[in-house]
Nanobody
Framework: QVQVVESGGGLVQAGESLRLSCTVS????????MGWFRQAPGKEREGVAC??????????YYADSVEGQFTISRDNAKNTLYLEMKSLNSEDTAMYYC???????????????????WGQGTQVTVSS
């Protein structure tokens, strides 16, 4: 059984940084696609950062809106995916979700339809 669990959300001031974590267990495939998504009230869920990965090789993609502001990374030993977010502003307020799927190609991976497994989300609120 696959489990995806996000953590690290919270209330921060504008301009501050935050790191989200996503622990994944139960995956039975080595070639993986992992992504971070967010959904603000009344808006569609959007992909912000993703990673295609197989042992010894990876690539990453970012939404234009967070390029240079967010960084996706992973720690294989801990089965954990991270999202480092800096210079946060009110537009970054949303529920953040982590997702996983088997990797089928090295292409763009920000579309939510590509993912099979989802966490419950962690709330990020940025006050101005």
């Amino acid at each position: 059984q696959v489990q995806v669990v996000e953590s690290g959300g919270g209330l921060v001031q504008a301009g501050e940084s935050l790191r989200l974590s996503c622990t994944v267990s139960g995956l039975t495939f080595d070639d993986r696609r992992m992504g971070w998504f967010r959904q603000a009230p009344g808006k569609e869920r959007e992909g912000v950062a993703c990673m295609n990965w197989r042992p010894g090789q990876e690539n990453t993609y970012y939404a234009d809106s967070v390029e240079g502001q967010f960084t996706i990374s992973r720690d294989n030993a801990k089965n954990t995916l991270y999202l480092e977010m800096k210079s946060l502003n009110s537009e970054d307020t949303a529920m953040y979700y982590c997702a996983a799927a088997p990797m089928t190609n090295w292409g763009m991976c920000l579309e939510k339809e590509l993912y099979l497994y989802w966490g419950q989300g962690t709330q990020v609120t940025v006050s101005s």
